[in-house]
């Protein structure tokens, strides 16, 4: 059974750093993508950033790029995003969703509120004081 296992969320204030990362079981990190989504009360889930391991390339959102950088362990079969410079409207709970075997771009994977991951942990959450 696939399963996905976030942490690192926490309170942090503006302008700070925090890394989160996502422990994967249940597949390879072969051929997959997998990333991070967030959604904050009252607002729509967005994807944030996504990794394909095929060819590494990564997406980003263009609230996030620049500050928010993704990278993957395979040994380890964990995935992260390192998180600077946070803002207030950075605070919402993250959750980490993959797909493995899959067959286009990290964008496609990110996009579509998450529609197009096949699984998902339960989230981190993160909270950025002003």
């Known amino acids: 059974e696939v399963q996905l296992v976030e942490s690192g969320g926490g309170l942090v204030q503006a302008g700070g750093s925090l890394r989160l990362s996502c422990a994967a079981s249940?597949?390879?990190?072969?051929?997959?993508?997998i990333g991070w989504f967030r959604q904050a009360p009252g607002k729509e889930r967005e994807g944030v950033s996504c990794?394909?391991?095929?060819?590494?390339?990564?997406y980003y959102a263009d609230s996030v790029k620049g500050r928010f950088t993704i990278s993957s362990d395979n040994a380890k079969n964990t995935v992260y995003l390192q998180m600077n410079s946070l803002k207030p409207e950075d605070t919402a709970v993250y959750y980490c969703?993959?797909?493995?075997?899959?067959?286009?771009?990290?964008?496609?994977?990110?996009?579509?509120?998450?529609?197009?991951?096949?699984?998902w942990g339960k989230g981190t959450l993160v909270t950025v004081s002003s």
């Open positions: 969703a993959a797909k493995p075997r899959a067959m286009f771009g990290p964008y496609v994977y990110c996009s579509a509120y998450g529609r197009n991951m096949n699984y």
């Open positions: 249940g597949f390879t990190f072969d051929n997959y993508a």
């Open positions: 990794i394909s391991s095929s060819d590494g390339r990564a």
